[in-house]
């Protein structure tokens, strides 16, 4: 009989959700910020899916007659290398152009592992509290304790580094902000109407994590995944400048940064352009981060950063 | 107050005692330290008598408490690659970290509370803005990236700066700035935010309309208030640093335990690595147990909710 209490109520909730994404997608274009970082991000997702389009070249073919060719601006320079060659004349552009394939890769799949993770036991913990609260709570404590750097560097060194393990120990090492986050979300939706309701109908618990709680956590979800892909990808380009990121020859932007800091007086733009590229990728990440926060966030709203 | 600290101190150690089990697990999949330390041509019968010796082959709970309980006696076991106590080791090369880890907190505070007061004071103005949009960069900036650039600028290019070591004050410019520039931006960005929400506060309000000089308002009551989640995060950033002080020091070769750790790696040292680990993370939990007492001291109301 009061089934469809809890089916009205949860529609309701499910309404507003969307309402609230459609405001929010409208904050979101309000925002300069935001529009200039979500643009650019779109651009570097798009060249690093198909530069081989318009740029196709191999990342590895040496050219050791070309070797540390600058820029084509600069003198010396020409266009058949549009940013210079490395020191075994590799082209730098198209280097840069897969190094970004890698890094958003590792960064998005990290991600998502430290995400999914994060949200079973984030679920577990707060829906069902308890002892499993505690213990989930109480390793979350150590491993926010444990230095980020030093837990990936010190993992990679036992499992050694293969892109499968940079992505499982990026994501595993970071599934306590998102765990912690959405413990939080769920302790108070689950006092809500919506789910008592579902639960006094005597709908099994899994069910009304899944489709009652979970979708009304999105939010602080989706803000903090982008904040994390650009720590990640940052973490990602730190662990490969050390050599312990993706294996060689494989090109990353870590990497083309070590190797080129050996050039460092003859080449600029070895050590210059692939962080460059780095940069530009998290700021953009950021801003859309930015505008996301305060579009999710009511609160913030009305205050200008 | 005594129950908040009772609790908090015995958060530090279950926290120390599951840093050191995780680190203590990971080591031992690394596989067999036994084969590390003989040479290549050992026979089966050597290696088995060193295992045993060793008690590698004792089952791994007992392994674990024996490495425990030397731990607690300072006892982190040898370097296999120089032959010498671990401890020893990190304790050699901890100042030199604790210099730069200090001077890049020391830069992003001194630099960044200033910056995020008047940009929240002067909300809108060209000087908030481009602190701001510089903060922005500043957060984008991978730090190894940031030295490498100031090694192009100061160094190779002007040659104003050394491009490595440790010792003068010239040296240490770099790699501070290196590593504390995205906690300026961070502390920045925090402080104006913390700072625009304190000001709209009644008793901010009050104190104005009471005819207190502006700067009082601004220093005395709004600062203060605004330092308590600038103290939390500024703890929480010291885990950040340590991560941040294994590449700086790679890039600026800087004698530190982060070179150390790294070394370590690439030589397969895992009792070094393991030890350094668990002395960096007890040093960032005794940290954080830090943070929380000059918390209790900034905010009188933790250690009241604590008591009801």
């Excluded at chain 2, 908040?4 to 690394?30: A, E, M, N, P, Q």
């Amino acid at each position: 009989m009061s089934r469809p209490v809890a089916t009205t109520e949860r529609f309701r909730h499910l309404r507003a959700s969307l309402r609230l994404w459609g405001e929010t997608l409208r904050a979101l274009a309000r925002s300069p910020g935001a529009v200039v970082g979500g643009l650019l991000f779109a651009l570097i997702v798009a060249c690093s899916l198909c530069f081989e389009v318009f740029y196709a070249k191999d990342p590895l073919a040496q050219e050791l007659m070309a070797r540390l060719t600058p820029p084509f601006w600069q003198e010396g320079g020409s266009l058949a290398y549009p940013l210079g060659t490395d020191n075994l004349g590799r082209d730098v552009l198209v280097r840069i152009l897969y190094g970004s394939r890698v890094s958003l890769m590792v960064g998005f799949a990290s991600v998502l592992v430290a995400c999914g993770s994060g949200i079973v036991l984030g679920l577990i913990s707060g829906y069902y509290g308890g002892r499993a609260d505690n213990v989930i709570m109480r390793v979350a404590d150590v491993f926010m304790a444990y230095p980020f750097m030093l837990l990936t560097i010190s993992i990679i060194a036992v499992l050694g580094n293969s892109i499968f393990n940079l992505i499982l120990v990026l994501g595993l090492s970071d599934w306590v902000t998102y765990a912690r986050t959405i413990r939080g979300s769920v302790l108070s939706i689950k006092e809500k109407e919506f789910v008592l309701a579902a639960r006094s109908v005597g709908t099994r618990n899994r069910v009304i994590l899944l489709r009652h709680v979970f979708p009304n956590v999105l939010s602080p979800i989706l803000v903090l995944g982008t904040v994390r892909v650009a720590n990640i990808i940052i973490w990602e380009s730190g662990l490969s400048f050390l050599g312990m990121g993706v294996p060689p020859p494989m090109p990353t932007w870590g990497r083309m940064l070590a190797e080129g800091r050996v050039y460092i007086t003859d080449a600029w733009w070895l050590v210059t352009l692939p962080g460059l590229a780095i940069m530009l990728t998290i700021l953009s990440i950021n801003l859309l981060g930015d505008g996301l926060r305060d579009a999710l966030d009511p609160r913030l709203r009305n205050i200008p950063r | 107050m005594g129950r908040y600290l009772l609790k908090r101190l015995w958060h530090t150690v279950y926290v120390v005692v599951g840093i050191s089990i995780i680190s203590f697990f990971f080591i031992h999949l690394s596989g067999d330290p036994v084969m590390l330390m003989l040479p290549g041509d050992a026979s089966m019968a050597e290696v088995e008598t060193l295992r045993q010796q060793l008690g590698f082959n004792d089952p791994l709970y007992v392994q674990y408490w024996r490495f425990a309980s030397h731990a607690v006696r300072g006892d982190l076991g040898s370097s296999l690659y120089h032959r010498v106590p671990a401890i020893d080791l990190i304790f050699e090369r901890l100042p030199a970290s604790l210099e730069l880890a200090g001077a890049a907190m020391l830069i992003a505070l001194v630099v960044s509370i200033p910056l995020g007061i008047v940009s929240a004071v002067k909300r809108g103005s060209l000087l908030d803005m481009t602190s701001m949009l510089g903060a922005l960069f500043g957060l984008s900036m991978p730090h190894f990236w940031l030295g490498i650039m100031l090694i192009l600028l100061f160094s190779v290019t002007l040659g104003w700066l050394p491009t490595s070591g440790r010792g003068t004050l010239a040296q240490l410019v770099m790699p501070s700035i290196a590593l504390g520039l995205s906690l300026m931006a961070m502390f920045a960005r925090l402080t104006r935010s913390v700072m625009l929400e304190v000001l709209s506060q009644d008793y901010v309000r009050t104190a104005r309309a009471k005819g207190l000089r502006e700067k009082i308002v601004i220093g005395k009551h709004a600062l203060k208030n605004a330092l308590i989640p600038l103290v939390t995060v500024a703890g929480m950033q010291f885990g950040f640093l340590i991560g941040g002080t294994v590449i700086i020091e790679t890039v600026f070769a800087w004698p530190g335990v982060g070179r150390l750790v790294v070394q370590a790696i690439f030589s397969r040292d895992y009792p070094l690595v393991q030890a350094t680990v668990l002395v960096l993370a007890v040093i960032f939990v005794v940290v954080n147990l830090l943070v929380d007492l000059i918390y209790l001291y900034l905010d009188p109301q933790i250690s009241y909710l604590e008591q009801k």
